[in-house]
């Protein structure tokens, strides 16, 4: 079984930065599609970043709300997985979680594709 537990979540001032991680236990990310969706009060769960982690070369996928200000990036050994979120700003607030896909084939912004998902870390950005 694989867990995964976000952390890094915070109050930040809008234009501030903050650095989520996920850590898997269990089986490592290697191969897999890694996902990073939030959720505002009221509103679904959107598609934030995701990550294909292959042995010759990751690619990375943005929400067009975010590419330029978050960059998602990882750390095999370490078996974590990270969100830059830079430039931030009020519409940002929301609840992140990471997800894991194993079979890296589907459709990385559909969040039903994912296999695994963490419990969430609260990002609050203030005006």
């Known amino acids: 079984q694989v867990q995964l537990v976000e952390s890094g979540g915070g109050l930040v001032q809008a234009g501030g930065s903050l650095r989520l991680s996920c850590a898997a236990s269990?089986?490592?990310?290697?191969?897999?599609?890694v996902g990073w969706f939030r959720q505002a009060p009221g509103k679904e769960r959107d598609f934030v970043a995701a990550?294909?982690?292959?042995?010759?070369?990751?690619?990375?996928y943005y929400a067009d709300s975010v590419k330029g200000r978050f960059t998602i990036s990882r750390d095999i050994a370490k078996k974590t997985v990270y969100l830059q979120m830079s430039s931030l700003k009020p519409e940002d607030t929301a609840v992140y979680y990471c997800?894991?896909?194993?079979?890296?084939?589907?459709?990385?912004?559909?969040?039903?594709?994912?296999?695994?998902w963490g419990q969430g870390t609260q990002v609050t950005v203030s005006s």
């Open positions: 997800a894991a896909d194993r079979t890296n084939q589907a459709v990385v912004s559909n969040r039903g594709n994912y296999d695994y």
């Open positions: 990550m294909r982690i292959n042995w010759n070369g990751d690619n990375t």
């Open positions: 269990g089986r490592t990310f290697s191969s897999w599609a």
